[in-house]
């Protein structure tokens, strides 16, 4: 049985296959609606989401498939005291296939070892969030058409942001990428992901707090919001809320074709000005999710349509 935990669970090669399964939806939408008949779908989040628990549910209707959901840990029996390995072992009784949310760090890896049914980490507390990557993936692959020899900065809070750290671990897999991490000096990228991941694999990289210096050199910009509830104090987070907004003034430089992506949901980190721009690509980046869920459903579930 798969689960999906990390990204790099997934080869690159099973990303293409996604990914190509992602277009088919997308182009044949009708050949896919019945594909999930009789399937349920467990979304069980016990932290705030809209479009990750939102676009699995989406995506499970969109296969003709049900879901069942708990949408917090008050309204369950974590409140309780129950443990992610029993909760696990509950919800096998009842689905085919979980995708879980927790603010631990590794609690969907305890949900994989426990359920008998594949296990879907839509995010672990501050570690990482590998369908929000496939989304990311799917984006990048529809507006530069690889993810071979691109340049992508990653701006805003790059510690908390497990966005950011599954879209490093699956771009490190290609050719000649070259990362741009812009935060400040409190929010840089974990010495973990640059020790394992970016200096093992060779990686050119630049850290840096000039948000404006690498603007022009950059294929894809990866913004993300300063991650609030991981902060152990509210000073420490209202002192870094604002270091980086992104304005029209600092896309002045900026190539005709970068790809601005963010995992949303915003909070002021991209004026609303810049919507308008064709190079903003984050409502893309929703939709796109929610076919790449679809894709990923499919695989787990083992189902082919032709
Ligand atoms: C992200 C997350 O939950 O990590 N949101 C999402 O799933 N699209 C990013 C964030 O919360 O900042």
Known sequence: ???LIDIVDLSTG???ELIAVACDIIAHPDKYSEACHGKKLATLFFEPSTRTRLSFEAAMYELGGHVLSVSSSSSSSAAKGESVADTAKTVSCYADIIAMRHPKEGAALVAANNASIPVINAGDGGHC???QTLADLLTIHREKGRFDNLTVGFCGDLKF???VHSLINAL???ENIRFVLISPEELKVPSYIKRDVLKKQG???VQTT??????PELDVLYMTRVQRERFFNEEDYLRLKDSFILTPARLKRAKEDLSILHPLPRVNEISVAIDKDPRACYFKQVKNGKYMRMALILKLLGIEVK
């Open 203 to 205: 990686f050119s990289y």
């Open 1 to 3: 049985m798969r689960n």
């Open 129 to 131: 969030h590998p369908t």
């Open 210 to 215: 000039d948000f404006e210096k690498y603007m």
């Open 14 to 16: 099973e990303i293409e």
């Open 172 to 174: 490190s897999r290609y």
């Open 161 to 163: 942001g497990r966005t």
